[in-house]
Protein backbone atom coordinates (compact mmCIF):
# COMPACT_ATOMS: atom_id res chain seq x y z
CA UNK A 1 0.00 0.00 0.00
CA UNK A 2 1.46 3.36 -1.02
CA UNK A 3 2.55 5.76 1.85
CA UNK A 4 0.67 8.62 2.22
CA UNK A 5 2.57 11.54 3.05
CA UNK A 6 0.98 13.86 5.78
CA UNK A 7 1.76 16.94 3.23
CA UNK A 8 -0.96 15.49 0.84
CA UNK A 9 -3.88 15.81 3.43
CA UNK A 10 -3.37 19.55 3.11
CA UNK A 11 -4.38 21.97 0.24
CA UNK A 12 -1.24 22.96 -1.70
CA UNK A 13 -2.35 26.73 -0.51
CA UNK A 14 -1.33 25.47 2.98
CA UNK A 15 1.97 24.53 2.09
CA UNK A 16 4.17 27.27 3.52
CA UNK A 17 7.08 27.21 0.89
CA UNK A 18 7.57 29.95 -1.55
CA UNK A 19 8.18 33.71 -2.09
CA UNK A 20 6.66 36.06 0.14
CA UNK A 21 3.75 37.00 -2.09
CA UNK A 22 2.81 33.24 -1.96
CA UNK A 23 3.11 33.19 2.03
CA UNK A 24 0.98 36.33 2.05
CA UNK A 25 -1.62 34.53 -0.29
CA UNK A 26 -1.37 31.61 1.93
CA UNK A 27 -2.32 33.50 4.93
CA UNK A 28 -5.06 34.93 2.96
CA UNK A 29 -6.47 32.10 2.46
CA UNK A 30 -6.55 30.80 5.84
CA UNK A 31 -8.09 33.94 6.97
CA UNK A 32 -10.82 33.64 4.64
CA UNK A 33 -11.17 29.92 5.25
CA UNK A 34 -11.57 30.55 9.31
CA UNK A 35 -13.40 34.17 8.74
CA UNK A 36 -16.67 32.90 8.35
CA UNK A 37 -17.48 29.94 10.69
CA UNK A 38 -15.31 31.40 13.65
CA UNK A 39 -13.97 35.05 13.50
CA UNK A 40 -17.45 36.69 12.78
CA UNK A 41 -19.40 34.84 15.39
CA UNK A 42 -16.46 34.75 18.30
CA UNK A 43 -16.40 38.88 17.53
CA UNK A 44 -20.11 39.09 17.48
CA UNK A 45 -20.59 37.37 20.89
CA UNK A 46 -17.49 40.16 22.08
CA UNK A 47 -19.23 42.81 20.68
CA UNK A 48 -22.36 41.62 22.42
CA UNK A 49 -20.35 41.22 26.04
CA UNK A 50 -18.69 45.02 25.61
CA UNK A 51 -22.45 46.40 24.48
CA UNK A 52 -23.62 44.88 27.89
CA UNK A 53 -20.56 46.23 29.80
CA UNK A 54 -20.95 50.07 28.48
CA UNK A 55 -24.66 49.95 29.55
CA UNK A 56 -23.86 48.75 32.84
CA UNK A 57 -21.12 51.26 33.31
CA UNK A 58 -23.71 53.76 31.80
CA UNK A 59 -26.72 53.12 34.35
CA UNK A 60 -23.99 53.16 37.20
CA UNK A 61 -22.70 56.86 36.15
CA UNK A 62 -26.01 57.89 35.46
CA UNK A 63 -27.22 57.08 38.71
CA UNK A 64 -24.18 58.55 40.31
CA UNK A 65 -25.06 61.49 38.38
CA UNK A 66 -28.83 61.45 39.38
CA UNK A 67 -27.94 61.20 43.51
CA UNK A 68 -25.21 63.36 43.56
CA UNK A 69 -27.14 66.39 42.19
CA UNK A 70 -29.75 65.13 44.53
CA UNK A 71 -27.50 65.52 47.64
CA UNK A 72 -25.98 68.66 46.80
CA UNK A 73 -29.83 70.39 46.50
CA UNK A 74 -31.50 68.60 49.12
CA UNK A 75 -29.47 66.01 51.32
CA UNK A 76 -28.00 67.92 54.53
CA UNK A 77 -24.14 68.25 55.50
CA UNK A 78 -22.70 65.51 57.67
CA UNK A 79 -22.97 68.15 60.59
CA UNK A 80 -26.28 68.17 60.11
CA UNK A 81 -27.14 64.55 59.12
CA UNK A 82 -25.31 63.28 62.18
CA UNK A 83 -24.88 64.38 65.94
CA UNK A 84 -21.93 67.10 65.81
CA UNK A 85 -20.48 69.59 68.22
CA UNK A 86 -16.99 71.40 68.45
CA UNK A 87 -14.76 69.84 70.82
CA UNK A 88 -13.94 72.37 74.16
CA UNK A 89 -12.37 72.31 77.24
CA UNK A 90 -14.01 71.31 80.07
CA UNK A 91 -13.79 74.04 83.05
CA UNK A 92 -13.03 71.22 85.64
CA UNK A 93 -11.46 68.34 83.52
CA UNK A 94 -9.33 70.90 81.19
CA UNK A 95 -7.97 68.85 78.18
CA UNK A 96 -9.06 65.77 79.54
CA UNK A 97 -12.42 66.04 77.82
CA UNK A 98 -10.37 65.02 74.38
CA UNK A 99 -10.25 61.74 73.29
CA UNK A 100 -6.53 60.56 73.25
CA UNK A 101 -5.88 60.39 69.72
CA UNK A 102 -3.14 58.38 67.97
CA UNK A 103 -1.64 59.66 64.68
CA UNK A 104 0.13 56.91 62.42
CA UNK A 105 2.58 58.01 59.68
CA UNK A 106 3.74 54.99 58.14
CA UNK A 107 7.19 55.47 56.22
CA UNK A 108 9.35 53.67 53.70
CA UNK A 109 12.70 55.59 52.42
CA UNK A 110 10.87 58.76 52.25
CA UNK A 111 13.82 61.14 51.57
CA UNK A 112 12.00 64.08 49.95
CA UNK A 113 8.85 64.05 52.05
CA UNK A 114 8.92 63.23 55.66
CA UNK A 115 9.81 66.48 57.27
CA UNK A 116 6.65 67.96 55.74
CA UNK A 117 4.45 65.18 56.95
CA UNK A 118 6.37 64.95 60.44
CA UNK A 119 5.89 68.38 61.01
CA UNK A 120 2.38 68.46 59.56
CA UNK A 121 1.50 65.77 62.03
CA UNK A 122 3.01 67.37 64.99
CA UNK A 123 1.47 70.74 64.11
CA UNK A 124 -2.19 69.38 65.02
CA UNK A 125 -4.35 71.85 66.98
CA UNK A 126 -5.22 68.95 69.97
CA UNK A 127 -4.10 69.28 73.23
CA UNK A 128 -0.43 67.80 73.33
CA UNK A 129 -1.20 64.90 76.22
CA UNK A 130 -3.89 63.92 74.81
CA UNK A 131 -2.02 63.51 71.17
CA UNK A 132 0.61 60.59 70.17
CA UNK A 133 2.49 60.82 66.50
CA UNK A 134 3.82 57.38 65.88
CA UNK A 135 5.89 57.31 62.82
CA UNK A 136 6.05 53.80 61.54
CA UNK A 137 9.74 53.55 59.85
CA UNK A 138 10.09 50.79 57.35
CA UNK A 139 12.65 52.67 55.25
CA UNK A 140 16.09 49.73 54.54
CA UNK A 141 18.17 53.09 53.50
CA UNK A 142 20.16 53.80 56.79
CA UNK A 143 20.61 57.09 56.45
CA UNK A 144 17.02 58.31 55.92
CA UNK A 145 16.29 56.40 59.11
CA UNK A 146 18.81 58.43 61.19
CA UNK A 147 17.14 61.56 59.55
CA UNK A 148 13.83 60.93 60.10
CA UNK A 149 14.40 59.53 64.17
CA UNK A 150 16.48 62.75 64.38
CA UNK A 151 13.50 64.72 62.55
CA UNK A 152 11.17 63.00 65.60
CA UNK A 153 13.48 63.62 68.60
CA UNK A 154 12.87 67.15 67.37
CA UNK A 155 9.61 67.66 67.98
CA UNK A 156 9.74 65.67 70.83
CA UNK A 157 12.50 67.64 72.52
CA UNK A 158 9.56 70.47 71.88
CA UNK A 159 7.17 68.45 74.23
CA UNK A 160 5.44 67.02 71.50
CA UNK A 161 4.74 63.30 71.85
CA UNK A 162 6.21 61.61 68.68
CA UNK A 163 7.39 58.32 68.77
CA UNK A 164 9.81 56.74 66.56
CA UNK A 165 9.04 53.06 65.46
CA UNK A 166 10.97 50.18 63.42
CA UNK A 167 10.50 46.53 62.74
CA UNK A 168 12.50 43.98 62.39
CA UNK A 169 11.19 43.01 58.90
CA UNK A 170 9.49 44.70 56.44
CA UNK A 171 6.31 41.61 57.01
CA UNK A 172 2.75 42.95 55.58
CA UNK A 173 4.65 46.17 54.03
CA UNK A 174 1.93 49.05 55.26
CA UNK A 175 -0.30 46.72 56.94
CA UNK A 176 2.10 45.40 58.84
CA UNK A 177 3.39 48.50 59.97
CA UNK A 178 0.23 50.02 60.64
CA UNK A 179 -0.74 46.48 63.14
CA UNK A 180 2.28 46.17 64.74
CA UNK A 181 2.09 49.92 65.96
CA UNK A 182 -1.61 49.49 67.17
CA UNK A 183 0.01 46.67 69.48
CA UNK A 184 2.21 49.66 71.44
CA UNK A 185 1.71 49.76 75.02
CA UNK A 186 0.78 53.37 74.59
CA UNK A 187 -2.01 53.02 72.16
CA UNK A 188 -4.09 51.17 74.62
CA UNK A 189 -5.26 54.59 75.82
CA UNK A 190 -6.63 55.82 72.49
CA UNK A 191 -9.20 55.59 70.68
CA UNK A 192 -9.40 56.80 67.79
CA UNK A 193 -6.67 56.55 65.03
CA UNK A 194 -5.60 58.99 62.60
CA UNK A 195 -3.89 57.60 59.39
CA UNK A 196 -1.39 59.97 56.98
CA UNK A 197 1.41 58.63 54.50
CA UNK A 198 4.17 60.15 54.05
CA UNK A 199 3.59 63.04 51.38
CA UNK A 200 0.04 63.87 53.29
CA UNK A 201 -0.18 67.29 55.19
CA UNK A 202 -3.32 67.48 57.14
CA UNK A 203 -4.67 70.96 57.93
CA UNK A 204 -4.18 72.09 62.16
CA UNK A 205 -8.34 71.79 62.68
CA UNK A 206 -8.09 68.45 60.92
CA UNK A 207 -8.95 66.75 64.14
CA UNK A 208 -10.98 69.20 65.46
CA UNK A 209 -13.62 69.05 62.39
CA UNK A 210 -13.14 65.24 62.38
CA UNK A 211 -13.06 64.06 65.89
CA UNK A 212 -16.60 65.19 67.27
CA UNK A 213 -18.21 62.90 64.37
CA UNK A 214 -17.25 59.88 66.18
CA UNK A 215 -17.01 61.20 70.26
CA UNK A 216 -20.90 61.92 69.44
CA UNK A 217 -21.60 59.11 67.22
CA UNK A 218 -21.20 55.46 68.23
CA UNK A 219 -21.73 53.82 65.31
CA UNK A 220 -19.22 55.66 63.09
CA UNK A 221 -16.29 53.88 62.51
CA UNK A 222 -14.48 56.05 59.61
CA UNK A 223 -14.31 59.42 59.14
CA UNK A 224 -12.24 60.12 55.70
CA UNK A 225 -11.31 63.53 54.25
CA UNK A 226 -10.64 64.72 50.69
CA UNK A 227 -7.34 64.69 49.04
CA UNK A 228 -6.04 67.91 47.71
CA UNK A 229 -3.20 67.38 45.26
CA UNK A 230 -0.50 69.96 45.76
CA UNK A 231 1.24 69.24 42.37
CA UNK A 232 -1.70 68.92 39.86
CA UNK A 233 -0.27 71.33 37.42
CA UNK A 234 3.70 69.83 37.45
CA UNK A 235 2.75 68.02 34.14
CA UNK A 236 0.17 66.73 31.70
CA UNK A 237 0.34 63.47 33.70
CA UNK A 238 -0.78 64.93 37.00
CA UNK A 239 -3.55 66.84 35.39
CA UNK A 240 -4.85 63.53 34.16
CA UNK A 241 -4.82 61.57 37.69
CA UNK A 242 -6.53 65.10 39.10
CA UNK A 243 -9.28 64.47 36.45
CA UNK A 244 -10.30 60.90 37.70
CA UNK A 245 -9.31 60.95 41.16
CA UNK A 246 -11.66 64.11 41.42
CA UNK A 247 -14.44 62.08 40.12
CA UNK A 248 -13.83 59.48 43.06
CA UNK A 249 -13.70 61.72 45.76
CA UNK A 250 -16.52 64.63 44.51
CA UNK A 251 -18.90 61.85 43.32
CA UNK A 252 -18.16 58.36 44.51
CA UNK A 253 -17.51 58.64 48.00
CA UNK A 254 -19.88 61.43 48.20
CA UNK A 255 -22.49 59.14 46.69
CA UNK A 256 -21.67 55.76 49.02
CA UNK A 257 -21.64 58.01 51.99
CA UNK A 258 -24.77 59.97 51.75
CA UNK A 259 -26.77 56.35 50.51
CA UNK A 260 -25.51 53.80 51.93
CA UNK A 261 -22.88 55.13 55.05
CA UNK A 262 -20.25 53.30 53.16
CA UNK A 263 -17.51 53.75 51.15
CA UNK A 264 -13.67 52.37 50.57
CA UNK A 265 -11.76 53.74 53.03
CA UNK A 266 -8.51 55.41 50.50
CA UNK A 267 -5.67 54.64 53.28
CA UNK A 268 -5.10 57.37 54.34
CA UNK A 269 -6.26 60.91 55.41
CA UNK A 270 -8.61 59.61 57.16
CA UNK A 271 -9.61 58.63 61.32
CA UNK A 272 -10.74 55.03 62.57
CA UNK A 273 -12.46 54.27 65.81
CA UNK A 274 -9.63 51.65 67.22
CA UNK A 275 -12.60 49.53 68.58
CA UNK A 276 -14.13 49.34 65.03
CA UNK A 277 -10.70 48.15 63.34
CA UNK A 278 -10.47 45.43 66.16
CA UNK A 279 -13.67 44.23 65.80
CA UNK A 280 -13.58 44.08 62.52
CA UNK A 281 -10.74 41.44 62.38
CA UNK A 282 -7.24 44.13 62.53
CA UNK A 283 -5.70 45.29 59.47
CA UNK A 284 -4.79 41.96 57.26
CA UNK A 285 -1.62 41.71 54.33
CA UNK A 286 -4.12 39.11 52.00
CA UNK A 287 -4.45 41.74 49.07
CA UNK A 288 -2.30 44.88 48.05
CA UNK A 289 -5.53 47.21 48.88
CA UNK A 290 -5.27 46.64 53.02
CA UNK A 291 -7.25 49.69 53.71
CA UNK A 292 -10.53 48.77 51.54
CA UNK A 293 -9.86 45.15 53.14
CA UNK A 294 -10.90 46.48 56.50
CA UNK A 295 -13.15 48.97 55.45
CA UNK A 296 -15.54 46.13 53.85
CA UNK A 297 -15.40 44.28 57.15
CA UNK A 298 -15.89 46.74 59.02
CA UNK A 299 -19.10 47.37 57.00
CA UNK A 300 -20.19 44.28 57.13
CA UNK A 301 -20.16 44.16 61.14
CA UNK A 302 -22.72 47.17 60.81
CA UNK A 303 -20.06 50.01 61.06
CA UNK A 304 -20.85 53.48 59.58
CA UNK A 305 -18.43 55.60 57.62
CA UNK A 306 -18.74 59.05 57.19
CA UNK A 307 -17.26 61.00 54.12
CA UNK A 308 -16.13 65.13 54.29
CA UNK A 309 -15.76 67.11 51.00
CA UNK A 310 -15.30 69.67 52.30
CA UNK A 311 -11.98 68.56 54.60
CA UNK A 312 -9.16 68.37 52.54
CA UNK A 313 -5.78 66.64 52.96
CA UNK A 314 -2.78 68.15 50.76
CA UNK A 315 -1.00 65.34 48.54
CA UNK A 316 1.30 64.81 46.24
CA UNK A 317 -0.13 62.67 42.52
CA UNK A 318 3.24 60.43 41.40
CA UNK A 319 4.26 62.36 38.40
CA UNK A 320 6.89 59.97 37.21
CA UNK A 321 4.82 57.09 34.43
CA UNK A 322 6.82 54.56 36.11
CA UNK A 323 5.69 55.31 40.03
CA UNK A 324 2.11 56.05 38.42
CA UNK A 325 2.33 52.66 36.58
CA UNK A 326 2.90 50.42 39.80
CA UNK A 327 0.44 52.79 41.80
CA UNK A 328 -2.54 51.55 39.41
CA UNK A 329 -1.16 48.03 38.85
CA UNK A 330 -1.67 48.04 43.33
CA UNK A 331 -5.01 49.84 43.31
CA UNK A 332 -6.57 47.73 40.03
CA UNK A 333 -4.99 44.28 41.10
CA UNK A 334 -5.56 44.69 44.80
CA UNK A 335 -9.79 45.04 44.59
CA UNK A 336 -10.32 42.07 41.97
CA UNK A 337 -8.68 40.23 44.43
CA UNK A 338 -10.39 40.98 47.80
CA UNK A 339 -13.24 40.98 45.46
CA UNK A 340 -12.42 37.13 44.57
CA UNK A 341 -11.64 36.75 48.53
CA UNK A 342 -14.72 38.09 50.27
CA UNK A 343 -17.70 38.10 47.30
CA UNK A 344 -19.36 35.13 49.52
CA UNK A 345 -18.64 36.82 52.72
CA UNK A 346 -20.85 39.73 51.85
CA UNK A 347 -23.55 37.39 50.17
CA UNK A 348 -23.93 35.57 53.45
CA UNK A 349 -23.47 38.06 56.21
CA UNK A 350 -26.88 38.76 58.19
CA UNK A 351 -25.64 41.85 59.57
CA UNK A 352 -26.54 44.48 56.69
CA UNK A 353 -29.20 44.98 54.45
CA UNK A 354 -29.53 43.39 51.21
CA UNK A 355 -29.56 46.61 49.40
CA UNK A 356 -26.35 47.51 50.63
CA UNK A 357 -24.94 44.32 49.77
CA UNK A 358 -26.01 44.68 46.54
CA UNK A 359 -24.53 48.37 46.20
CA UNK A 360 -21.10 46.38 47.63
CA UNK A 361 -21.06 43.19 45.36
CA UNK A 362 -22.44 45.14 42.08
CA UNK A 363 -21.62 49.08 42.07
CA UNK A 364 -18.67 49.15 44.25
CA UNK A 365 -16.62 46.60 43.42
CA UNK A 366 -18.30 44.66 40.04
CA UNK A 367 -19.12 47.41 37.92
CA UNK A 368 -16.25 50.28 38.45
CA UNK A 369 -13.11 47.96 39.79
CA UNK A 370 -13.86 45.22 36.96
CA UNK A 371 -16.35 45.78 34.35
CA UNK A 372 -14.88 49.85 34.13
CA UNK A 373 -11.20 49.01 33.20
CA UNK A 374 -11.92 45.72 31.24
CA UNK A 375 -14.41 47.86 28.84
CA UNK A 376 -12.62 50.73 28.05
CA UNK A 377 -9.49 48.21 26.86
CA UNK A 378 -11.41 45.62 25.14
CA UNK A 379 -14.21 47.55 23.71
CA UNK A 380 -11.96 50.80 22.27
CA UNK A 381 -9.04 49.10 21.77
CA UNK A 382 -9.42 45.28 20.58
CA UNK A 383 -13.39 44.67 19.60
CA UNK A 384 -13.66 47.92 17.85
CA UNK A 385 -10.47 47.81 15.67
CA UNK A 386 -11.34 44.07 14.96
CA UNK A 387 -14.41 44.67 13.32
CA UNK A 388 -12.61 47.14 10.84
CA UNK A 389 -10.92 44.44 9.50
CA UNK A 390 -14.26 42.21 9.65
CA UNK A 391 -17.12 44.28 8.43
CA UNK A 392 -19.94 41.26 8.55
CA UNK A 393 -19.87 42.23 12.59
CA UNK A 394 -20.81 45.91 12.97
CA UNK A 395 -21.28 47.61 15.92
CA UNK A 396 -24.29 50.46 16.59
CA UNK A 397 -23.23 54.16 16.82
CA UNK A 398 -24.84 54.46 20.18
CA UNK A 399 -22.84 51.82 21.63
CA UNK A 400 -19.44 53.00 20.39
CA UNK A 401 -19.94 56.77 20.38
CA UNK A 402 -23.11 58.31 21.94
CA UNK A 403 -22.85 56.12 25.27
CA UNK A 404 -19.24 56.70 25.52
CA UNK A 405 -19.40 60.54 25.11
CA UNK A 406 -21.90 60.55 27.70
CA UNK A 407 -19.90 58.73 30.45
CA UNK A 408 -17.01 60.95 29.77
CA UNK A 409 -19.12 63.95 30.41
CA UNK A 410 -20.35 62.83 33.49
CA UNK A 411 -16.69 61.02 34.73
CA UNK A 412 -15.08 64.64 33.94
CA UNK A 413 -17.58 67.16 35.90
CA UNK A 414 -15.31 66.73 39.11
CA UNK A 415 -12.94 68.94 37.60
CA UNK A 416 -14.28 71.97 35.36
CA UNK A 417 -10.67 73.51 35.15
CA UNK A 418 -9.43 70.70 32.88
CA UNK A 419 -12.63 70.20 30.43
CA UNK A 420 -10.18 71.45 27.79
CA UNK A 421 -7.90 68.48 28.47
CA UNK A 422 -11.05 65.72 28.18
CA UNK A 423 -10.26 64.36 24.34
CA UNK A 424 -6.47 63.81 25.73
CA UNK A 425 -7.71 62.31 28.98
CA UNK A 426 -10.00 59.68 27.12
CA UNK A 427 -7.06 58.72 24.94
CA UNK A 428 -4.68 58.34 27.85
CA UNK A 429 -7.25 56.44 30.30
CA UNK A 430 -7.39 53.78 27.41
CA UNK A 431 -3.91 53.15 27.34
CA UNK A 432 -3.90 53.08 31.23
CA UNK A 433 -6.79 50.65 30.66
CA UNK A 434 -4.18 48.11 29.27
CA UNK A 435 -2.44 47.65 32.71
CA UNK A 436 -5.44 48.25 34.99
CA UNK A 437 -6.94 45.19 32.95
CA UNK A 438 -3.91 43.23 33.13
CA UNK A 439 -3.79 44.03 36.76
CA UNK A 440 -7.64 43.11 37.29
CA UNK A 441 -7.02 39.59 35.82
CA UNK A 442 -4.37 39.07 37.68
CA UNK A 443 -6.29 40.02 41.24
CA UNK A 444 -9.36 37.58 40.04
CA UNK A 445 -6.67 34.34 39.25
CA UNK A 446 -4.57 35.49 42.32
CA UNK A 447 -1.70 34.89 39.94
CA UNK A 448 1.99 36.16 39.73
CA UNK A 449 2.21 39.87 41.14
CA UNK A 450 -1.32 39.40 43.17
CA UNK A 451 0.69 40.76 46.26
CA UNK A 452 3.01 42.85 44.94
CA UNK A 453 3.47 45.57 46.51
CA UNK A 454 5.23 48.94 45.37
CA UNK A 455 5.93 52.00 47.39
CA UNK A 456 4.76 55.15 45.33
CA UNK A 457 7.88 57.19 45.05
CA UNK A 458 7.63 60.98 46.02
CA UNK A 459 9.39 63.45 44.55
CA UNK A 460 8.25 66.19 46.57
CA UNK A 461 10.74 68.96 46.36
CA UNK A 462 13.65 66.82 44.76
CA UNK A 463 13.05 68.18 41.07
CA UNK A 464 13.23 71.43 41.61
CA UNK A 465 16.47 71.07 44.41
CA UNK A 466 17.94 69.13 41.72
CA UNK A 467 17.20 72.04 39.01
CA UNK A 468 18.45 74.31 41.33
CA UNK A 469 21.70 72.27 41.92
CA UNK A 470 22.59 71.72 38.68
CA UNK A 471 22.53 75.83 37.74
CA UNK A 472 24.94 75.78 40.77
CA UNK A 473 27.05 72.99 39.98
CA UNK A 474 30.48 73.45 37.81
CA UNK A 475 30.28 70.01 36.10
CA UNK A 476 27.78 67.37 35.84
CA UNK A 477 27.60 63.97 37.54
CA UNK A 478 27.99 61.03 35.45
CA UNK A 479 24.47 59.85 33.98
CA UNK A 480 23.43 56.24 35.20
CA UNK A 481 22.95 54.16 32.95
CA UNK A 482 20.69 53.28 30.65
CA UNK A 483 18.26 50.46 30.55
CA UNK A 484 15.82 49.63 27.73
CA UNK A 485 13.37 48.68 29.98
CA UNK A 486 12.99 52.27 31.92
CA UNK A 487 12.42 53.30 29.18
CA UNK A 488 10.87 51.19 26.30
CA UNK A 489 7.57 49.63 26.56
CA UNK A 490 7.28 47.07 24.52
CA UNK A 491 3.09 46.34 25.30
CA UNK A 492 2.45 49.89 24.47
CA UNK A 493 4.06 50.08 21.26
CA UNK A 494 2.66 46.45 20.07
CA UNK A 495 -0.68 48.05 20.51
CA UNK A 496 0.31 50.93 19.08
CA UNK A 497 1.44 49.34 16.03
CA UNK A 498 -1.68 46.65 15.86
CA UNK A 499 -3.99 50.25 15.83
CA UNK A 500 -2.26 51.46 13.05
CA UNK A 501 -2.61 48.97 10.95
CA UNK A 502 -5.83 48.88 11.24
CA UNK A 503 -6.24 52.72 11.35
CA UNK A 504 -4.92 52.40 7.90
CA UNK A 505 -7.26 49.60 6.59
CA UNK A 506 -9.90 51.50 7.54
CA UNK A 507 -8.36 54.63 6.19
CA UNK A 508 -8.18 52.56 2.49
CA UNK A 509 -11.24 50.27 2.70
CA UNK A 510 -13.27 50.95 5.71
CA UNK A 511 -16.47 53.13 5.91
CA UNK A 512 -16.81 54.54 9.21
CA UNK A 513 -14.12 56.56 9.90
CA UNK A 514 -12.63 55.32 12.78
CA UNK A 515 -9.03 56.08 11.46
CA UNK A 516 -9.13 59.60 12.60
CA UNK A 517 -9.31 57.64 16.44
CA UNK A 518 -7.18 55.20 16.05
CA UNK A 519 -4.51 57.51 15.03
CA UNK A 520 -4.85 59.86 17.80
CA UNK A 521 -4.45 56.70 20.05
CA UNK A 522 -1.98 54.94 18.24
CA UNK A 523 -0.10 58.84 18.93
CA UNK A 524 -0.98 58.17 23.06
CA UNK A 525 0.48 54.68 23.03
CA UNK A 526 3.34 55.60 21.53
CA UNK A 527 4.18 58.39 23.28
CA UNK A 528 3.35 56.20 26.21
CA UNK A 529 5.74 53.37 24.71
CA UNK A 530 8.98 55.97 24.47
CA UNK A 531 7.79 56.85 28.03
CA UNK A 532 7.75 60.50 27.09
CA UNK A 533 4.61 61.07 29.91
CA UNK A 534 4.70 62.58 33.18
CA UNK A 535 8.37 64.51 34.95
CA UNK A 536 11.31 63.36 33.71
CA UNK A 537 13.83 62.91 36.95
CA UNK A 538 17.32 63.92 35.91
CA UNK A 539 19.67 60.83 36.40
CA UNK A 540 22.49 62.81 37.01
Not at 169 to 178: D, E, F, M, S, V
Not at 271 to 293: F, L, Q
Request: charged share 20%.
Amino acid sequence: MAEISGRNLLPDALNFRGTTADIAGQIGFIWELIRTPLIVPLLRIAVYICLAMTVMLFVERLYMGIVIILVKIFWKKPEKRYNWEPMRDDIESGSSSYPMVLVQIPMFNEREVYKISIGAACNLSWPSDRLVIQVLDDSTDPIIKEMVEKECHRWASKGINCRYQIRETRGGYKAGALKEGLKRDYVKECEYVAIFDADFRPEPDFLQRAIPFLVHNSDIALVQARWRFVNADECLLTRMQEMSLDYHFKVEQEVGSSTHAFFGFNGTGGIWRIAAINEAGGWKDRTTVEDMDLAVRAGLKGWKFVYLGDLQVKSELPSTFKAFRFQQHRWSCGPANLFRKMVMEIVTNKKIAVWKKIYVIYSFFFVRKIIAHMVTFFFFCVVIPLTILVPEVEVPKWGAIYIPCIITTLNSVGTPRSIHLLFYWILFENVMALHRTKATFIGLLEAKRANEWVVTEKLGDALKNNKSNAAKAPAKAPPKKFRIGDRILLLELGFAAFLFFCGCYDFLYGKNNYFIYLFLQVITFTIAGFGYVGTIVPSS
